[in-house]
């Protein structure tokens, strides 16, 4: 059985980078596509980009100018870079397997993050 | 890509049916047999509960089912129970470059 265990800082500062890792327990990076989503206060569910075993990557067009999303699969984790953060970016951020079949499952824990001066 | 569309909420008595609606275009509800729905309970990460329009993963009640016409895919919870009170997303394939969730739906127990 799957399972994503995610971690990185949770306070920024406006105009730093946020940072996010999300392990793969259980299962093998090679296969399937890995993927953020973030989900603001209150609000619903937005997504961010993705990244194949191989490290192609697809990204929201929204914030294709500051994200990179890449894998290490010596240590069978992907991860998340956001540059220039600010407030807007304040969210909880989630990383899930995309499935074969078409579905995101499982997903990580959720991270939540601040930017705030 | 813009999000597929969603009632802000719908509500229902203990035992009643409800159900969701998730509108979309040709480019994704419409164009794919690939709408999936997902649970949310506050302050938790969501949960599938259907996949490829109408098929339930493992453990997930036969309450719960997924139907699609045209745009839009609809998921319907009957004999609603307290527990079912939450947020509902639906997602649709839309193409190889890109992914798209619907708005969110809230659904109060009465």
């Known amino acids: 059985q799957v399972h994503l265990q995610q971690w990185g800082a949770g306070l920024l500062k406006p105009s730093e980078t946020l940072s996010l890792t999300c392990a793969v327990y259980?299962?093998?990076?090679?296969?399937?596509?890995w993927n953020w989503i973030r989900q603001p206060p209150g609000k619903g569910l937005q997504w961010i980009g993705e990244?194949?075993?191989?490290?192609?990557?697809i990204y929201n067009p929204a914030l294709r100018s500051r994200v990179t999303i890449s894998t290490d699969t010596s240590k069978n984790q992907f991860s998340l870079r956001l540059t220039s953060v600010t407030a807007a970016d304040t969210a909880v951020y989630y990383c899930?397997?995309?499935?074969?079949?078409?579905?995101?499952?499982?997903w990580g824990q959720g991270i939540p993050v601040t930017v705030s001066s | 890509q813009s999000a597929l569309t969603q009632p802000r909420s719908v509500s229902g008595s203990p035992g009643q049916s409800v159900t969701i609606s998730c509108t979309g275009t040709?480019?994704?509800?419409?164009?794919?047999?690939?709408v999936s729905w997902y649970q949310q309970y506050p302050g938790k990460a969501p949960k599938l509960m259907i996949y490829?329009?109408?098929k339930r993963p493992s453990g997930v009640p036969d309450r719960f089912s997924g139907s699609k016409s045209g745009n839009t895919a609809s998921l319907t919870i009957s004999g609603l129970q307290a527990d079912d009170e939450a947020d509902y997303y639906c997602?649709?394939?839309?193409?190889?470059?890109?992914?798209?969730f619907g708005t969110g739906t809230e659904v109060t127990v009465l």
């Open positions: 040709s480019s994704d509800v419409g164009g794919y047999d690939y």
């Open positions: 997602s649709s394939y839309a193409g190889p470059y890109t992914r798209v």
């Open positions: 899930a397997k995309f499935d074969l079949r078409i579905y995101f499952a499982p």
């Open positions: 259980g299962g093998s990076l090679s296969g399937f596509s």
């Open positions: 490829d329009v109408n």
């Open positions: 990244v194949t075993h191989r490290g192609s990557t």
